[in-house]
């Protein structure tokens, strides 16, 4: 489990919880969270000045499926993390 997935629980209990100032306790958190595979993904894809289709290539897999990976349509399969870290120098949880 990533500490973001923790995080967001602890959103949702403290939301429910109710209490004035539980408010500036998930603004925090949601503020600090970190960044999505998603998010990541496009983020350092752009900083390595990649486009879709030569991020693919790098990985061995279409256009379509990068386009998949940043719309958090889908994720990518175990096989392809190592070479996405190192791609990207990213750290996947």
């Known amino acids: 489990v990533c500490s973001s997935d923790l995080d967001l629980v602890r959103v949702i209990d403290l939301f429910f919880a109710d209490e004035p100032k539980n408010h500036q306790a998930i603004y925090r958190i949601v503020k600090k969270r970190k960044l999505s595979f998603s998010e990541q993904l496009q983020n350092f894809r752009k900083k390595k000045k990649?486009?879709?289709?030569?991020?693919?290539?790098?990985?061995?897999?279409?256009?379509?499926?990068?386009?998949?990976?940043?719309?958090?349509?889908?994720?990518?399969?175990?096989?392809?993390?190592?070479?996405?870290?190192?791609?990207?120098?990213?750290?996947?949880?």
């Open 50 to 93: 990649l486009t879709q289709i030569e991020l693919g290539q790098l990985l061995g897999v279409s256009r379509a499926t990068i386009t998949g990976w940043e719309r958090g349509k889908s994720l990518p399969q175990k096989r392809y993390h190592a070479k996405i870290e190192e791609t990207l120098n990213i750290t996947l949880c």
